[in-house]
């Protein structure tokens, strides 16, 4: 037996983290053992879409706690079905499966697409995925992923996922062949930097995979649910995917990710696909609240009007400090530091008490609540402008 000598001893390591403890949440704030307060813009990796401890979920888990937690899967259970039914209201697919984490949403797709070619495609497997694209951590969505830190990891690979360019409609048609199933992409790479999918480039893609009768998956599991400023990412590119998986944000905070499909595409039978926890009432309960008050009328707008306002104070802040570009959509913006400085930066955020997201070393990722305000916004952009003055490792322009 291991002797746990410190008390973080007992967790296994599995990423470097500063030693502080966290211990309460409220809104776009967060609170460490200490009493140390932090303006919190990465709010779980884009999860946290109400904020930390959102009255709403707190209400929803507590009555539904209550209430049911689980009946098992094997039968129906209201809340399920109530949630199934407003995504599929608010979409353009017809049936859902949820799962547990975002890699399960995209594991439930992989095998979907399978089944699919194995009904309709004489077996056709593959599926054409994206360099920088990042679908999760079981070993299909590793495999899927294009993330270059993957390649070396846990080998074999599952087989069966070809590499396109984002935004290359030519390096896409390339690797079609008859064993291709679908094609499978976030309209924004999160993980990679933030890169967009084009709107030319989806529509693009949509009539390609039309034409090869091949399926268009989009794993809106960084992009969905409001985060872009539109419910699902999809829309700004006014497609209809065949599938779309979601996670993070559905829940606002709990474990809770979906599998969507549309009634064509839907195709598994009995014995193909399940889990223990599955569409359980509790977690659904979280996921029906975060749906309802993102559905409230001025909501969306408000979560767009805030992205608006990020992105145009970042460009200050980047025109001030000689940076690089801001990238992205609604709530999830990058600014491009144009020097290997983030990691510096995010650590000086975090001892100011910012905390901030690096997903490479020249790039800044922020990820704030939805309903995060414009005093939030503006306190965030006053404490990176002094974090970036001090350093003097960016050129200040006068
Ligand atoms: C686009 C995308 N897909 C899949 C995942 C995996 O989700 P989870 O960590 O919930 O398994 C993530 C997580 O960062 C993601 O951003």
Same mark, same amino acid.
């Given at each position: 037996m291991l002797s746990a000598t410190?008390?973080?001893?007992?967790?296994? /390591?599995?990423?470097?983290?500063p030693s502080t403890v966290f211990v309460q949440g409220k809104g776009s704030w967060l609170w460490d053992d200490t009493g140390k307060r932090y303006l919190d813009f990465i709010q779980g990796w884009a999860v946290?879409?109400?904020?930390?401890?959102?009255?709403?979920?707190?209400?929803?888990?507590?009555?539904? &706690?209550? %209430?049911?937690?689980?009946p098992s899967p094997a039968y129906y259970n209201d809340v399920s079905l109530k949630l199934a039914k407003a995504l599929v209201d608010q979409s353009c697919f017809d049936q859902v499966f949820f799962t547990n984490s975002g890699a399960e949403a995209n594991e439930?797709?992989?095998?979907? &697409? %399978?089944?699919?070619?194995?009904?309709?495609?004489?077996g056709a497997f593959e599926i054409i995925t994206f360099d920088g694209g990042f679908h999760g951590r079981t070993l299909a969505t590793m495999s899927a992923s294009g993330k270059k830190a993957f390649e070396p990891m846990f080998e074999p690979k599952v087989p069966g996922f070809r590499k396109?360019?984002?935004?290359?409609? &030519?390096?896409? $048609?390339?690797? @079609?062949?008859?064993?291709?199933?679908?094609?499978?992409?976030?309209?924004?790479?999160?993980?990679?930097?933030?890169?967009?999918?084009?709107?030319?480039?989806?529509?693009?893609?949509?009539?390609?995979?039309?034409?090869h009768g091949l399926l268009l998956i989009?794993?809106?599991?960084?992009?969905?649910?409001?985060?872009?400023?539109?419910?699902?990412?999809?829309?700004? $590119?006014?497609?209809?995917? /065949?599938?779309?998986?979601?996670?993070?944000?559905?829940?606002?905070?709990?474990?809770?990710?979906?599998?969507?499909?549309?009634?064509?595409?839907?195709?598994?039978?009995?014995g193909d696909q399940g889990g223990t926890f599955n569409g359980n009432p509790l977690m659904c309960a979280a996921g029906l609240a975060v749906i309802e008050e993102i559905g409230k009328p001025a909501f969306l707008k408000a979560a767009s009007d805030a992205g608006l306002?990020?992105?145009?104070?970042?460009? %200050?802040?980047? $025109?001030?400090?000689?940076?690089g570009e801001v990238r992205g959509r609604g709530l999830l913006l990058a600014l491009d530091l144009k020097l290997p400085i983030a990691i510096s930066i995010v650590a000086q955020a975090f001892e100011a008490g910012l905390l901030l997201n690096a997903p490479r070393p020249d790039t800044l990722r922020f990820m704030p609540a939805?309903?995060?305000?414009?005093?939030?916004?503006?306190?965030?952009?006053?404490?990176? /402008?002094? @974090?970036?003055?001090?350093s003097g490792a960016a050129r200040r322009v006068p």
């Open positions: 410190h008390p973080y001893d007992a967790l296994m /390591d599995i990423t470097a983290r946290n879409s109400l904020g930390h401890a959102p009255p709403a979920i707190a209400k929803a888990l507590v009555e539904q &706690a209550n %209430r049911l937690i689980t439930g797709a992989i095998k979907l &697409a %399978r089944k699919y070619g194995a009904l309709h495609k004489s396109a360019r984002l935004n290359d409609l &030519a390096s896409v $048609a390339r690797l @079609i062949t008859e064993k291709t199933i679908a094609v499978m992409l976030e309209p924004i790479q999160g993980e990679a930097g933030v890169w967009a999918a084009t709107p030319q480039f989806l529509q693009g893609l949509r009539a390609l995979t039309k034409q989009v794993d809106e599991i960084q992009t969905g649910m409001g985060r872009t400023g539109k419910l699902f990412a999809y829309e700004h $590119a006014e497609i209809t995917p /065949d599938i779309m998986t979601l996670g993070k944000g559905i829940g606002g905070g709990v474990p809770l990710a979906a599998l969507l499909a549309t009634e064509q595409a839907s195709c598994f039978e009995h306002y990020l992105e145009s104070e970042l460009q %200050r802040l980047s $025109a001030r400090h000689g940076l939805l309903n995060v305000t414009r005093e939030e916004i503006a306190e965030m952009i006053g404490s990176l /402008d002094a @974090i970036l003055t001090k």
